[in-house]
């Protein structure tokens, strides 16, 4: 879901005002990651980016002190804001404006509505992370949001200083521990790395958040690092801290029992239609094949994503599943239409853990799908596809595995 809002995001203010995305722009800068030709910044010129940029770290900035410490810090921060935008954001966010009137409000002040597109940038990106903000969404899902208007290498970029403005409260939560299996379980001899994080994967991060919150902290950080990147980290942590907020004991131990079921049954007796790949499994996943199919998921456009999941075996896109971080899963499952998702759980749920080998080759099947897809019905002999480098970059790495 979260990077679905991106990638919508990216295309919403052109696909609002009638122009198509912009392809090449012959004479203008571009950044590295685009050296192929395509401009990963919509047009606008690396300082009107960069000025961009900054305006949303502030408001993801403020976002985090106002949930912190509340409505007064909010109106402390507008009474000085000097931009008309965050001001009058601010406004609407300290008055629990409904999310869905946020953009006629913005309208409605004159700060939204101009004929050229390049104009309302910022005014969407700021609106993007008003709406968000009233719906009590972290501010790490906010500056995401608010950067993808800015295309994936500012989205790319600003990992790093994600991890630093918003990671410093992670040692101060206390343990709340629900008595449970969960600890004595992982990490055991019994219970590879690999099925962890791959149970992790398919529970998805509410399930995950319940059955983290009743644990120890040791148990937590260890599941963490096997299946979660930093930014990934600093998020469950809020869910984590939700969930013990919001869930009974009683509903922290069930979400916990049910995790263990999803491990355990990896441990369970192999089909005798996989023969020796039962064993492979028992091997930690390749945590390479991992990151590049969930980037993968990550960097498609969202009509080609749509377009290669809906027309997918639900066999094969349940088993990329077993090969996905949860923000990846999430992506695939906003992207396609709920029948097509329910065909999926259902193959998700009669599926059994395939070797390394195996996953592979349904990774580069997939990656052959999406070239199939993007590649123009007639395209000219001896000519390279125009990728964005790093689909370009992932796709190769994928298909060139043995």
């Known amino acids: 879901m979260i990077i679905n809002s991106l990638c919508r995001a990216q295309q919403t203010l052109y696909r609002r005002e009638g122009t198509a995305l912009p392809e090449k722009i012959e004479g203008k800068p571009t950044p590295d990651d685009s050296r192929d030709g395509w401009l990963t910044f919509y047009g606008l010129s690396p300082r009107r980016t960069a000025a961009l940029l900054e305006s949303a770290k502030r408001f993801a900035l403020v976002m985090n002190q106002f ?46 509505g101009n004929a050229l597109p390049q104009e309302d940038f910022e005014a969407e990106m700021i609106i993007a992370g008003t709406e968000l903000a009233l719906k009590n969404t972290h501010p790490i899902v906010i500056m995401r949001t608010m950067t993808a208007f800015l295309g994936f290498s ?35 001899k019994n219970t590879s790395p690999g099925s962890i994080s791959q149970a992790v994967r398919l529970a998805g991060p509410q399930l995950m ?18 299946a979660y990147t930093p930014v990934g980290q600093i998020l469950i942590d809020w869910d984590i801290r939700n969930a013990r907020s919001k869930f009974s ?11 263990i079921e999803l491990l355990t049954s990896f441990r369970s007796e192999p089909n005798p239609d996989m023969g020796s790949e039962a064993e492979e499994w028992l091997m930690d996943v ?34 990329l599943i077993q090969a996905m ?6 992506r695939l499952f906003s992207s396609i239409a709920t029948s097509k998702s329910k065909k999926i759980l259902d193959a998700l749920e009669n599926s059994v853990p395939l070797s390394n080998n195996e996953l592979t080759r349904r990774a580069q099947i997939f990656a052959q799908k999406i070239l199939s897809e993007i590649a123009p019905r007639n395209k000219t002999l001896g000519k390279s596809l125009p990728l964005p480098a790093k689909l370009r970059q992932l796709l190769t790495s994928i298909l ?3």
């Open 286 to 319: 390749d945590e390479g094949l991992v990151s590049d199919i969930s980037n993968l998921i990550l960097e498609l456009d969202e009509h080609v994503l749509k377009s290669v999941v809906s027309a997918m075996n639900p066999k094969l896109a349940a088993s």
């Open 67 to 112: 949930q912190i410490a509340g409505k007064d810090q909010l109106l402390a921060v507008s009474h000085d804001e000097k931009k008309k935008l965050h001001k009058f954001a601010y406004s609407l966010i300290a008055s629990a404006s409904p999310s869905d009137s946020v953009r006629q409000a913005f309208v409605s002040a004159g700060l939204c």
């Open 249 to 259: 004991s009683e509903e922290l131990t069930d979400a916990q029992n049910a995790f």
């Open 154 to 188: 500012v989205f790319d970029l600003v990992e790093k200083w994600l991890i630093e403005n918003f990671n410093s409260d992670k040692n101060e939560d206390e343990e709340l521990i629900i008595p449970g299996d969960l600890p004595d379980i992982v990490p055991g």
């Open 209 to 226: 958040a319940a059955t983290l919150a009743g644990c120890p902290g040791q148990t937590i950080e260890y599941i963490k690092s096997l």
């Open 400 to 402: 060139s595995r043995e």
């Open 325 to 330: 971080e949860p923000i990846a899963h999430d």
